[in-house]
């Protein structure tokens, strides 16, 4: 059973055990007095361990008041020149303690000393990019379902990937004829014209060949003439693949998320990496 998604207020919010979490996604400025106070109702009654909140610089002050710590951060985030901050409040000193520091460590030296690349290599000749469409639900849902023993959203629901893609999120991926090679999306939201990459998932016998670094500049062509300036995602901290990746398409590091989200059957901390178009 997944999470689900709430509103307090006029303010989105995704919670549930799987996660162990509340995710406050969106914060509407209207619920910005009681926010704080309303989360950790929920959270105490529910028993979980850890509140997640992505929230423009503007609210950072009421949330530390309330025993959050900034966990990392994206300068200039909004049209309006606001930082988005992502914020972490701690139920439990097992939940707020880092498991692998070193190997986050490693990941993140390896990303930063990597060189950005200007062009990602060709495909090989029998591989082609496209976007993803509704009738391709049910083959996508099956690659994630095999590249990712959980995680943090439904994907491996052919209805939820419909959903998805009914709203604001444009989907790509490599193909090999009719088999699907590796899958990524573009979460896309007009408030803050932002887009969130993610979802990429590569099948093994595919991997080595630098699908996610081409998903990755196929997704940024497709949200420029959307109205999107800031780009982010929120990546494995011990995924050298997917942190690289970021790396050499020139995005920055923002901060770790420590034991954020449940993925490929754990709970895992998480690297925000960012780029402006």
């Known amino acids: ?65 309330g025993g959050y710590a900034e966990e990392a951060c994206i300068p200039g985030f909004y049209p309006g020149g606001a930082d988005v901050c992502f914020m972490g409040k701690y139920f439990t000193d097992s939940r707020a303690r880092e498991q692998e520091p070193q190997l986050i460590n490693e990941v993140l030296h390896a990303a930063r000393t990597t060189a950005v690349v ?77 887009a969130e990459m993610t979802d990429f998932a590569t099948l093994p016998a595919f991997r080595g060949n630098g699908f996610a670094l081409r998903l990755l500049r196929e997704m940024e062509e497709a949200v420029k003439g959307r109205g999107i300036r800031s780009l982010f995602t929120i990546a494995r901290a011990c995924s050298f693949g997917m942190n690289i990746t970021f790396a050499r398409n020139g995005y920055r590091y923002g901060g770790t998320l420590t034991n954020n989200t449940n993925i490929s059957g754990r709970l895992e901390s998480m690297n925000v990496w960012y780029k402006y178009l």
């Open 118 to 194: 200007s062009t990602p290599g060709l495909l090989p000749a029998d591989f082609a990019v496209r976007t993803a469409s509704e009738d391709d639900g049910e083959e996508m849902a099956k690659v994630y379902r095999e590249v990712f023993a959980s995680y943090p959203f439904p994907i491996h629901d052919p209805a939820f990937l419909r959903a998805a893609m009914k709203e604001a999120t444009l989907f790509f991926g490599v193909w090999q004829g009719n088999t699907i090679a590796a899958l990524s999306s573009a979460e896309m939201d007009s408030g803050s014209a932002s």
């Open 1 to 65: 059973m997944h999470d689900s998604l709430e509103t307090i207020g006029r303010s989105l919010l995704h919670h549930g055990t799987f996660n162990d979490r509340a995710y406050l996604m969106k914060l509407h400025e209207e619920d910005s007095e009681e926010i704080v106070r309303r989360l950790d109702l929920l959270v105490t009654s529910r028993g979980y361990s850890k509140i997640f909140a992505k929230i423009p610089s503007w609210a950072k002050e009421r949330f530390v008041a």
